[in-house]
């Protein structure tokens, strides 16, 4: 094993490190902690461990006292926690002058090594080195974490693209003016639309539409047997498989287990209801899709309220589709309410005394809410009306001043009963700074 580490260690240091896009959101590196990017597989946490790299060699550290580990390299197959020793032993004889040094440690999949907690808390405490670790599952942020660092990790979740890093990965200005002038708009509204589509997973962007949609239903099956089949023993995988092409193909739609339960009944599926609760939490796990509860302070309201649940990226909700169309209203919503998460705002939705309801409200830490509801178009009267009413309730109920209403392309304001509501094209909502 040691001469693996040596070719692996070594391979790093004579190749050329990737220059990926540029991804915004921020890894903290404090000193005494020890980061965690967590994430969906695909969304690009080994390319932002690359790009944390290039900014560490562009700020003067060499790259001999940089050392990256991917652990889903095939050749460290069989690996056990008495071999993660050896990392750091051949990374220091190799290079003896990094003792003296502080060195930086990224190590890429490491939950595929059992028993790697003990081994990261030992590093913290016995080795002048910054550790950032990766990882396909929330349980790098949760109970493997918690157990064994103990209030010594910082977690950073990483989405696919955003709107901003999708055109900047494809070669267009990312900025945006107060007033852009027509021909900036149109564009921008393009590519809108594009990504509305696409999504954001790296590897799909300009990929012909026939092959995105294979890549996103393989990334889902890898997830599936990976992250949810293999680590939690399932052995049920029909009700699985049937509850992620209900959640993926209705992005933004209301979902309650036990009318979910009641339909797998109806088909002759077998699966109890608290095995679809674990399931659920499974998938949230490996951020195939996020749900939110209603706004209450009543946790028996929460509960049983029907949740809201969106996947991780709206390729994925094209990619499994019930039928040859897809609601763009829908798409939309998930695109705002992805955008809120990257965001670290606390999402809830509303749900008025008189039953309207509002997409998102939504607060960061104790701060006040901003009431925000999307819709494809308020062009029609009834629609306008519809929507603007659940926004007058909730700001009246919630004491808001102003509400939000972000559409495909329209932009005003509107004086309402409680307050103004701005409307707001998706393509400046999603590029306004925070």
């Not at 070719?7 to 404090?30: H, N």
């Not at 809120?340 to 705002?345: D, P």
């Not at 062009?379 to 109920?397: G, H, V, Y």
Request: overall charge positive; some cysteine; aromatic content about 8%.
């Amino acid at each position: 094993m040691n001469n693996i580490f040596e070719q692996i260690i070594g391979d790093f240091q004579e190749r050329a490190l990737a220059q990926p896009t540029r991804r915004d959101v921020p890894i903290p590196m404090l000193p005494g902690k020890v980061d965690t990017l967590i994430g969906m597989r695909r969304t690009g946490k080994s390319w932002r461990i690359y790009q944390a790299m290039n900014e560490l060699l562009g700020a003067g550290s060499a790259k001999e006292s940089v050392l990256y580990i991917n652990f889903d390299d095939e050749r460290l197959y069989p690996l056990t926690t008495r071999d993660l020793q050896r990392i750091p032993e051949t990374f220091f004889r190799l290079y003896p002058e990094n003792k003296r040094r502080r060195c930086h440690f990224f190590f890429d999949e490491i939950q595929n090594v059992t028993g790697w907690e003990r081994f990261v808390r030992r590093l913290l405490d016995t080795e002048n080195a910054q550790i950032t670790l990766t990882g396909s599952s929330a349980r790098l942020l949760s109970r493997e974490i918690a157990t064994t660092l103990r209030g010594r990790s910082l977690a950073t979740e990483i989405f696919p693209f955003s709107f901003r890093e999708a055109l900047r990965h494809r070669g267009d200005d990312d900025t945006i003016v107060k007033r852009p002038g027509s021909a900036r708009r149109a564009l921008l509204a393009n590519r809108l639309r594009s990504y509305l589509e696409t999504g954001g997973f790296p590897e799909v962007q300009g990929v012909d539409a026939a092959y995105r949609l294979r890549i996103l239903q393989e990334y889902v099956d890898v997830v599936i047997l990976r992250d949810v089949v293999e680590r939690h023993g399932i052995g049920n995988l029909a009700p699985l498989r049937y509850l992620i092409r209900h959640l993926l193909g209705s992005p933004a739609c209301a979902f309650s287990i036990n009318r979910f339960h009641n339909d797998l009944q109806s088909q002759g599926i077998a699966c109890g209801k608290n095995s679809l609760h674990d399931y659920l939490a499974h998938l949230e796990d490996a951020y195939l899709v996020q749900s939110i509860h209603v706004d209450s302070r009543s946790v028996r309201q929460r509960q049983v309220n029907p949740r809201k649940v969106y996947p991780i990226d709206t390729g994925l909700a094209l990619a499994f589709r019930h039928g040859p169309g897809m609601d763009r209203g829908r798409l939309l919503e998930t695109l705002v309410f992805l955008d809120l998460r990257r965001r670290g705002m606390d999402i809830s939705y509303f749900r008025s005394e008189r039953g309207y309801e509002v997409d998102f409200l939504a607060r960061r830490g104790l701060g006040k809410a901003v009431a925000i509801q999307v819709a494809e178009t308020i062009a029609d009267p009834n629609t306008r009306q519809r929507e603007l009413r659940a926004l007058e309730a909730a700001m009246a109920e919630r004491r808001l001043s102003s509400g939000i209403l972000v559409t495909l392309d329209e932009e005003g304001q509107i004086d309402a009963a409680s307050g103004r509501v701005e409307v707001v094209p998706a393509w400046r909502w999603l590029l306004r700074a925070d």
